[in-house]
Nanobody
Framework: QVQLVESGGGLVQAGGSLRLFCAAS????????MGWFRQAPGKEREFVAA????????YYADSVKGRFTISRDNAKNMVYLQMNNLKPEDTAVYYC???????WSQGTQVTVSS
């Protein structure tokens, strides 16, 4: 089974950047599509971005398109979320997941101040 450990959240001013890291265990990591979701206080968890197993296809929520970039390194069992031009509405707990599974990281807080 794949286990996911996330890091890289923090506090940043609007317009700033952060990079999230998701480390996966398990030899079958490269077989899975991976995704990032987020959950703001009082709101449902929402999709942010996803990447195919090969990394050749990526998908983004409209709210982050052009600002966030998802990538992966299958040799290192890592998934990344580069977040640029952050906005206060990006404030949330961010999670990485194996797409279509119930496997989630522990979550990391991203706070964007105005």
């Amino acid at each position: 089974q794949v286990q996911l450990v996330e890091s890289g959240g923090g506090l940043v001013q609007a317009g700033g950047s952060l990079r999230l890291f998701c480390a996966a265990s398990g030899r079958t990591f490269s077989s899975y599509a991976m995704g990032w979701f987020r959950q703001a206080p009082g709101k449902e968890r929402e999709f942010v971005a996803a990447i195919s197993w090969s990394g050749r296809s990526t998908y983004y929520a409209d709210s982050v398109k052009g600002r966030f970039t998802i990538s992966r390194d299958n040799a290192k069992n890592m998934v990344y979320l580069q977040m640029n031009n952050l906005k206060p509405e990006d404030t949330a707990v961010y999670y990485c997941t194996v797409v279509g599974s119930s496997r989630w990281s522990q979550g990391t807080q991203v706070t964007v101040s105005s």
